[in-house]
């Protein structure tokens, strides 16, 4: 806080809002909306509370804020210490002096104007390998690292609005690629991108924290993912509009993947089911496993209506993607195909090959277990990580499986010898910053 | 005709005696804090610790400065004492840490009170040493409160963010950090971005609030560590193994003063580091001191603890706060034996004196009612108070009667038969008949006491034909054994570490289930024995609750599994040392001889202060089965040396509880004088206790010589040979605190008075019965004697055992003719509602 003389200007966002960060925003957030009272922005603080306007510029004692938090007892905060009598004063000031808005024009954007450079490698949280077998992309920070496949060659950065890349999925056609971003506990955005061209053709801000799960319907038209907010959506790839919403979760939604049809999908969820969806109506039509561990990776087999889900306690296991309605006392998992061993650690990545011959999964074990679909039986261990193992993706042709995750290289593996080709970093690190201490 | 009886003043002494500790808790929390006493003469400073060692630049300490009076004693100056440095190699920060920042030998000058004195400070190293995630970052999470048990710290997290309860397991709470959600929670390529940072700042919206301030030390920390790489370490290197409180006593003269603590945290290199900052101290008693940040504030007169807890370790430091003793001159209690000896140490040293020794009648009743559960007969109290040897020759002789007497065994037998759980929801109802008498048996016989337990543990075979095995029987399940046996023969809480480690000890998660491995293989089969069949509705089915159960050892197999990686658990015991299991043995003979050997802390210990509290209304510890750190011993050499005593006696409980009521300690007044008044915890006086529901029902039938009918049970049967804690029929029982029998702690039997015990008495059924019962004592009395100054005696001392004051026998008239009967009656009445009947004074 500046000091200020009795008439000095008091800045909004220099003087007041440290103030409400410190005190007020934890209730009263477009999340929480206490009172129905927002003091995380200028804007949200203008719209009136459930017992009227918060403030009433250049009148304070008609602002209902400072009849709040002065007094011997004030009634705010709820918890924690009360305003010094200095901050009252400030704000008090800051109404009479006609309450205005000095938020600048770029105060909440996340926007980099250039690419960012690393002194250290970004965490890789998603991979994904064009259907072509052309074009790799590695999550980066605030940016996608766009790869030629075959000769791992970066080809341009994706540069966008968030700072963290949560998915990744190219189209069946491998001529766009959809991004599921966020600025965590700020905002969720999904993004599409030209290829070829490398360029952003559609970007939507939703909600107020991170969308999962990114997925494309079969015929390209729609996306679906899960949320931060307990939901599923599907949107329109060309305008981004909502076509449906599903709030039959409770718990937060990590993965979607559509069936074969495009008339059904799956979520999973950290409340432990894996639902069956309507993709138009968005009727819930069934959970198709029994609820164990929170699930969080989702993969299609390629060829049959199955699904494989990893689990926060290790669990792997593939289900049928349908109704469950033949359970029965005695045998309440009648979609479980193959349950496998456990593995070390809760599983962040699942990939079938795309012959679907093999089912490869990774998480904060560090390791890769490549299994045969049809037994179960493991066929290969795809080890070397320093650290969890995040991002798994196949190639077209089945013969490179390429992963990534805490360490921030990409590896490629042969999944049948579970020999290791390449190891790399998808960007060039600049020398580090001196760390600051104390 | 007693519901008519009109309104008396008598029936509600008991109200009234309510209502006052009622008025006085009210005054006390409203915790008003004294005013600062002014300071005496200081004739020079003590520094605690007198030097700093430094080894590295986040290596800050800080001194305890503490000025000697000059009329003795000690007081805490931290507060008010200037630090300057004398050199530019360390640097003095506005809390008084002293940092390094340079290599070599530096001093501090440091002033209070007029006096100064010097800190010399060797600086080893000044490097930067990288953040460790558990010796640096973990403490944050717990002071800074992100992993307390209302926030992510709760079993389900807050918002999808979970850690470990207190930081106990800092290997989930660094996955939980950078693994959970792909890395979502820190950024390592712009660091300010990274969600842990963003939420506690309150940068982005966080229900928590800004936990931690902008540029505050914890922002830097957390900041370098993820800059740094966000890296683990060695748990076992990093985590410290011990903790010391400074200073290492602490006396206060006056409520109003304050005293700063230090804590220093070593770890296994053999370094230490002053983390009171981010230790956890709190107060034991806070209406005799408050504790905030690291500071004390003395409110009264009193004992307490402060508790410091920090990454799982935990300890206490004991603090008496003396206040005013002006005019004190010690005047000892004589020595009965070496119980008193102890009691008097602890008296002079908190500037106590003791109460007289209370009367004949005090102690006939007093001694009767804590030996068999009754008070003596009007016969008993009339001899023992006739008899004119030498009072303590009698008291002893008295005691040595009482002891090992039938009514001894019965009230015994009822008393373990709680803690032992004899319920026939377990047990059935023959179960609960078998093992009840089992357990007479061992008190009539004086079975010592580590055998007795040995007994149970290793119980096998019929529990119709050894009636030792209702004990596991009734327990079940390896969980509830573990819970079970280490509260009720231990006296420490083994049920908070089920599912993370213990919050208030040191106790693990893993111990639980170590634990429960030595019982994972005890089984339970149905016998042939007493199957009985039940007709219900149409149904016909064989009765589970009525047949017997074989325990055998499972040699195939039985094993607990850690539920949070379904590893089979190694039975270890969670201090100390069992023996090696041979090949196919049971591995409770192993358990069993570790838990009864004179060499366990707790097993000894637990039971002499479990049996003192029968006796003194108070455990030397107490609660009783609550032992820990935080829970300090009142007088740890009378319990040291109790112990000691019981081992060497071969835990004869008979030795035991003769060594106790023969002490002066036991047999003082509850009268106070102007030096013990506000005692509560140092045996200086007798405290009055109510009678336990069985006492008051036995003390009721041998008043007025009627006894009350148990449903399903013999007639006779007095009130402490009912078998089952499930007993029904009976709401007076119920309605004293009578347990169920279905756990082990002592506080299922409670002893609490209310307003519905009042209205019980005054006007409920049990009583109204027993006075009024045409075969009563007093029916019979008044037909039989003619005198009723006789009349009245034979009324006192049967209701209150202890014979009429002159007062009071010419001041109660019973009336004449018919109304005679209704005015012994009357008198009956009014004396059974007074607290000289209710409670054990």
Redesign the interface.
């Known amino acids: 806080m500046t000091a200020l003389g009795a008439d000095a200007p008091v800045s909004w966002f220099k003087d007041v809002t440290p103030i409400f960060k410190r005190s007020c925003n934890g209730c009263h957030n477009p999340n929480k909306l206490k009172g129905e009272v927002d003091t995380s922005t200028y804007l949200g603080f203008l719209k009136p509370g459930k017992h009227g306007p918060s403030f009433v510029a250049g009148d304070p004692t008609k602002s209902l804020l400072l009849a709040q938090i002065s007094g011997k007892e004030p009634d705010m905060p709820k918890e924690g210490d009360a305003l010094s009598a200095a901050e009252v004063a400030l704000i008090t000031r800051w109404i009479q002096q006609g309450a205005h808005d000095d938020t600048p024009a770029d105060a909440y954007s996340t926007k980099l104007k250039e690419p960012p450079t690393y002194t250290a490698a970004p965490v890789i949280t998603s991979l994904a390998v064009s259907p072509d077998g052309q074009w790799l992309a590695v999550s980066g920070y605030h940016e996608v690292f766009l790869f030629d496949a075959p000769s791992l060659t970066l080809k341009a950065r994706l540069l966008g609005e968030s700072p963290r890349i949560e998915s990744l999925e190219f189209t069946p056609d491998s001529k766009r690629l959809a991004v599921g971003a966020s600025a965590p506990a700020r905002f969720g955005e999904v993004q599409i991108w030209d290829v070829a061209a490398a360029k952003e053709t559609g970007s939507w801000k939703l909600g107020s924290d991170s969308l999962f799960g990114v997925s494309w319907s079969p015929d390209a038209t729609r996306l679906a993912f899960g949320g931060a907010d307990k939901s599923v959506r599907v949107i329109g790839a060309m305008d981004g509009k909502e076509q449906m919403k599903f709030d039959n979760h409770s718990d937060w939604v990590f993965r979607t993947v559509w069936a074969t049809d495009g008339k059904r999908l799956l979520s999973g969820s950290r409340d432990r089911a894996v639902k069956l969806i309507d993709a138009s109506s968005g009727q819930f039509i069934d959970d198709i496993n029994k609820l164990l561990e929170p699930v969080l990776s989702l993969a299609r087999h390629p060829k049959e209506e199955w699904a494989a889900y990893g689990g926060a306690e290790g669990g792997l296991r593939v289900y049928k993607m349908k109704e469950n309605q033949e359970r029965t006392a005695g045998n309440n998992d009648v979609n479980l195909v193959r349950e496998f061993e456990r593995q070390p650690g809760p599983v962040q990545a699942v990939a079938f090959s795309p012959d679907g011959a093999l089912l490869a999964a990774g998480g904060v074990g560090g390791e890769v277990r490549v299994y045969k679909t049809a037994d179960g039986a493991r066929a290969a261990t795809l080890g070397g990580h320093e650290g969890a193992v995040f991002a798994l993706a196949f190639s077209p042709d089945g013969k490179r499986l390429i992963t990534g995750g805490f360490d921030g290289l990409i590896r490629v593996f042969d999944p049948v010898s579970g020999k290791v080709t390449v190891v790399m970093l998808p960007v060039t690190l600049s020398a580090a910053k001196q760390v600051a201490t104390r | 005709m007693r519901i008519a009886r009109p309104f008396r003043p008598a029936g509600l002494a008991l109200l009234v005696a309510l209502s006052l500790p009622l008025v006085a808790a009210d005054k006390a929390s409203d915790k008003v804090i004294p005013p600062k006493p002014p300071l005496p003469a200081i004739k020079a400073l003590r520094l605690e610790p007198a030097m700093l060692a430094l080894d590295d630049?986040?290596d800050a300490r800080k001194v305890l400065v503490l000025g000697e009076r000059t009329d003795g004693g000690v007081i805490d100056l931290t507060a008010e004492a200037h630090l300057t440095p004398d050199t530019a190699g360390v640097t003095v920060d506005a809390e008084g840490y002293v940092a390094a920042k340079a290599v070599g030998a530096s001093t501090v000058s440091v002033s209070a009170a007029g006096r100064s004195a010097k800190l010399p400070v060797k600086v080893a190293g000044v490097s930067?040493q990288p953040v460790g995630f558990v010796r640096e970052i973990q403490p944050i999470l717990a002071r800074t409160g992100c992993n307390q048990g209302t926030c992510h710290g709760s079993a389900k997290g807050k918002n999808?963010f979970k850690l470990s309860l207190r930081g106990y397991d800092p290997e989930y709470d660094y996955?939980a950090l950078?693994?959970?959600?792909?890395?979502?929670?820190f950024?390592?390529?712009?660091v300010d971005?990274s969600?842990m940072l963003?939420?506690p700042?309150?940068?982005?919206?966080?229900?928590?609030?800004?936990a931690i301030?902008?540029g505050s030390?914890y922002h830097?920390l957390l900041?370098?560590w993820i800059?740094?790489?966000a890296r683990f370490e060695d748990v076992a290197k990093a985590r410290a193994t011990n903790i010391t409180i400074l200073p290492a006593s602490v006396e206060i003269d006056l409520p109003g003063r304050q005293q700063q603590f230090l804590v220093l945290a070593s770890y296994p290199d053999g370094s230490t580091r002053d983390v009171t900052r981010e230790a956890i101290l709190s107060s034991n008693n806070e209406e005799v001191a408050l504790v905030k940040g690291s500071s004390l504030t003395a409110l009264r007169r009193g004992e307490m603890a402060v508790l410091v807890r920090y990454e799982g370790i935990y300890a206490a430091r004991e603090v008496v706060v003396m206040g005013d003793r002006t005019g004190y001159q010690f005047a000892a209690m004589p020595e009965n034996n070496f119980v008193d000896k102890h009691v008097n140490a602890k008296l002079q040293r908190m500037k106590i004196n003791p109460s007289g020794l209370c009367t004949d009648a005090e102690f006939v009743r007093r001694v009767y009612l804590d030996l068999t559960g009754q008070p003596p007969t009007s016969e008993k109290v009339r001899a023992f108070l006739a008899d004119s040897t030498a009072t303590k020759t009698k008291r002893d002789a008295l005691i040595d009667e009482l002891i090992g007497s039938p009514a001894y065994a019965e009230y015994w037998a009822n008393k373990f038969a709680d803690l032992l759980q004899c319920n026939s929801e377990n047990l059935g109802k023959k179960g609960v008949w078998v093992f009840r008498t089992w357990i007479q048996e061992q008190f009539a016989k004086n079975r010592p006491y580590d055998q007795f337990a040995r007994d149970l543990i290793l119980a096998k075979g019929s529990t119709f034909e050894n009636p030792a095995g209702n004990y596991l029987r009734a327990l079940r399940d390896p969980g509830k054994m573990t819970e079970d046996v280490s509260q009720t023969f231990l006296g420490v809480r083994f049920n908070c570490n089920k599912c993370h480690d213990h919050p208030f000890e040191r106790w693990t998660q893993n111990q639980y289930y170590e634990f429960g491995a030595f019982f994972a293989q005890v089984a339970f089969k149905r016998g042939t024995l007493g199957r009985d069949t039940l007709i219900r509705g149409n149904e016909t089915y064989a009765s589970e609750q009525v047949s017997e159960d074989i325990v055998y050892q499972n040699y195939n197999g039985g094993e607990v599994k850690h539920p949070k990686n379904d590893k089979v658990m190694a039975p270890h015991v969670p201090y100390g040392q069992s023996r090696e299991i041979a090949a196919g043995e049971d591995r409770r003979a192993a358990f069993a001889e570790w838990m009864t050997s004179p060499g366990n802390p707790y097993f000894a210990k637990s039971t002499v202060n479990r049996f003192w509290s029968y006796f003194f209304g108070r455990g030397i510890i107490d609660p009783v089965d609550d032992i820990r750190a935080g829970n300090p011993p009142s007088n740890p050499a009378l319990l040291d040396a109790l112990t000691e005593d019981f081992v060497k006696s071969g835990h004869d409980v008979r030795h035991l509880l003769r060594t106790l009521c023969q002490s002066r300690a036991y047999q003082l007044s509850i009268e106070r004088n102007r030096w013990n008044e506000d005692d509560t915890m140092n045996f200086s006086h007798a405290i009055p206790r109510r009678l336990s529901a069985e006492q008051m029902l036995d003390a009721v039938s041998i008043a007025t010589g009627h006894r009350s009918q148990f449903k399903d049970l013999p007639a006779g049967l007095r009130a402490v040979e009912v078998p089952d804690g499930m007993v029904g029929g009976n709401d007076f029982l119920t309605l004293f605190g009578r347990p169920k029998r279905q756990s082990a702690c002592e506080c299922e039997r409670s002893s609490n008075v209310t307003l519905s015990h009042a209205l019980s008495l005054i006007n409920g059924p049990t009583l109204g019965d027993c006075v009024g019962s045409a075969d009563s004592r007093f029916a019979k009395l008044v037909a039989t004697e003619k005198d009723d100054r006789k009349v009245v005696e034979e009324v006192y001392l049967s209701c209150l055992n202890r014979p009429p004051t002159e007062k009071e026998i010419t001041g109660i008239k019973l009336g004449e003719g018919d109304k005679r009967l209704e005015g012994a009656q009357d008198l009956a009445w009014a004396l059974l509602n007074s607290p000289a009947f209710l409670f054990n004074r």
């Open positions: 630049l986040r930067d999808g996955q950078i693994n959970d959600l792909s890395g979502r929670r950024n390592r390529v712009n971005d969600l963003q939420k700042l309150g940068e982005v919206p966080h229900e928590g609030r800004q301030k902008p030390r830097t900041r370098q800059a740094e790489g």
